[in-house]
T-cell receptor, first 117, second 111 residues
């Protein structure tokens, strides 16, 4: 079974400050990891993903995340927060079914990011 | 715009009723996933279909069922509705690479 833990249900930063959202996962197989963002009353938008290869992955809107196998972590960062980054962020791990079928996503509980002027 | 469409956007109904939620995946995607988002349970996987066949089941209640049609659109049927079924229901579609693209969701309110 797979699981995801997001440390901190709420994170508050000032505009221009570093954003760090923490995610730890548990997986019995090599994980595929994702960060999604959800703005109020909208669906989930993919920020970035790690499947194989380079462990530092860059996503949209200046976000990046680093896959650290030894720490079972996939923390999301952004050097300088913007007001428009305020949203809820979800870390997810994929249940890799392999072949031509695609695994379900197991999500963390989400982290609400607040950005203060 | 993810390319995944869901209808209706909002649904208000009474306990004991039955509703159908519809999802059209992105062009070319054969897999459709259904998720439920609620305040107490968070985002939970319900069921997956691949090219018309059920592939995986999550914590889906027996009162809930789904199917995927030959044109690849999918429907989630919820019956004998209870207050606790009130939630956002998302459909997602995917292809090789394991990323899933989410629709805007259907907000179900059971009164």
């Amino acid at each position: 079974a797979q699981s995801v833990t997001q440390l901190g249900s709420h994170v508050s930063v000032s505009e221009g400050a570093l954003v760090l959202l923490r995610c730890n996962y548990s997986s019995s197989v090599p994980p595929y990891l994702f960060w999604y963002v959800q703005y109020p009353n909208q669906g989930l938008q993919l920020l970035l993903k790690y499947t194989t290869g380079a462990t530092l992955v860059k996503g949209i809107n200046g976000f990046e995340a680093e896959f650290k196998k030894s720490e079972t972590s996939f923390h999301l960062t952004k050097p300088s927060a913007h007001m428009s980054d305020a949203a809820e962020y979800f870390c997810a791990v994929s249940d890799d079914a392999g072949g031509t079928s695609y695994g379900k996503l197991t999500f963390g509980q989400g982290t609400i990011l607040t950005v203060h002027p | 715009d993810s390319g995944v469409t869901q209808t209706p956007k909002h649904l208000i109904t009474a306990t004991g009723q039955r509703v159908t939620l519809r999802c059209s995946p992105r062009s070319g995607d054969l897999s459709v996933y259904w998720y439920q988002q609620s305040l107490d349970q968070g985002l939970q996987f319900l069921i997956q279909y691949y090219n018309g066949e059920e592939r995986a089941k999550g914590n889906i209640l027996e009162r809930f069922s789904a199917q995927q049609f030959p044109d690849l659109h999918s429907e989630l049927n919820l019956s004998s509705l209870e207050l606790g079924d009130s939630a956002l229901y998302f459909c997602a579609s995917g292809r090789r690479g394991h990323e899933q693209f989410f629709g805007p969701g259907t907000r179900l309110t059971v009164l």
